[in-house]
């Protein structure tokens, strides 16, 4: 079993930054795409970013710029560092892994999901 699991979400002012994290742990052999995701109320989830196994990345429109998607994976963690920060991105942010706990199988997981809220 795979588990995925986020931290660092919270409140930050209007401008500011903020770094959130997706560990993934269990049975996993290697990793493929990670990416994190968001769902704000009453809003359908969207993609955010996404980062390959060779580390190239893909950003959505509304982030370009401002957020950056990186990942460790001696440590099998994603990152997403946000900066100038927007009251629209507030929105629960869930992480995303495409893993092969044994070859030649690979399932997707989701994390549960962080808060973040961007309000003065």
């Known amino acids: 079993q795979v588990q995925l699991v986020e931290s660092g979400g919270g409140l930050v002012q209007p401008g500011g930054s903020l770094r959130i994290s997706c560990a993934a742990s269990g049975s996993i052999t290697s990793i493929n795409t990670m990416a994190w995701y968001r769902q704000a109320p009453g809003k359908q989830r969207e993609s955010v970013a996404r980062?390959?196994?060779?580390?190239?990345?893909n950003y959505a429109d509304f982030v370009k710029g401002r957020f950056t998607i990186s990942r460790d994976d001696a440590r099998n963690t994603v990152y997403l560092q946000m900066t100038r920060l927007k009251p629209e991105d507030t929105a629960v942010y869930y992480c995303?892994?495409?893993?092969?706990?044994?070859?030649?199988?690979?399932?997707?997981?989701w994390g549960q999901g962080t808060q973040v809220t961007v309000s003065s």
């Open positions: 980062i390959g196994s060779s580390g190239s990345t």
């Open positions: 995303y892994a495409n893993v092969s706990p044994r070859p030649p199988y690979w399932y997707d997981y």
